[in-house]
């Protein structure tokens, strides 16, 4: 059994910063690619970021620069460290991982961001 549990999402003010976390637990070897997606009211699934095995990340257009992607390899874990956050960053943030061996897509449960003053 493979277990993502995602935290860190909250209420934050704009420009402010919050860090999200993805522990993956079970039988594994190892994290392939971990990925971060949100999903605002009335809006598709987007991608906010991944990461490699090796290190290479990708960001969607609306975060670049600001959005920071990381991985813990000891504790199988996937970091999305947000800054400046802006409104339009408010909207429920999944985690997504593919791990090594696997070829199966694992999902964790949505956190709320919500960028408020």
């Known amino acids: 059994q493979v277990q993502l549990v995602v935290s860190g999402g909250g209420l934050v003010q704009p420009g402010g910063s919050l860090r999200l976390s993805c522990a993956v637990s079970g039988s594994i070897f190892g994290i392939y690619i971990g990925g971060w997606y949100r999903q605002a009211p009335g809006k598709q699934r987007e991608l906010v970021a991944t990461?490699?095995?090796?290190?290479?990340?990708n960001y969607g257009d609306g975060v670049k620069g600001r959005f920071t992607i990381s991985t813990d390899k000891v504790k199988n874990t996937v970091y999305l460290q947000m800054n400046n956050l802006k409104s339009e960053d408010t909207a429920a943030y999944y985690c997504?991982?593919?791990?090594?061996?696997?070829?199966?897509?694992?999902w964790g449960q949505g956190v709320q961001v919500t960028v408020s003053s």
């Open positions: 990461i490699t095995s090796g290190g290479s990340t």
């Open positions: 997504k991982v593919i791990l090594l061996g696997n070829t199966r897509d694992y």
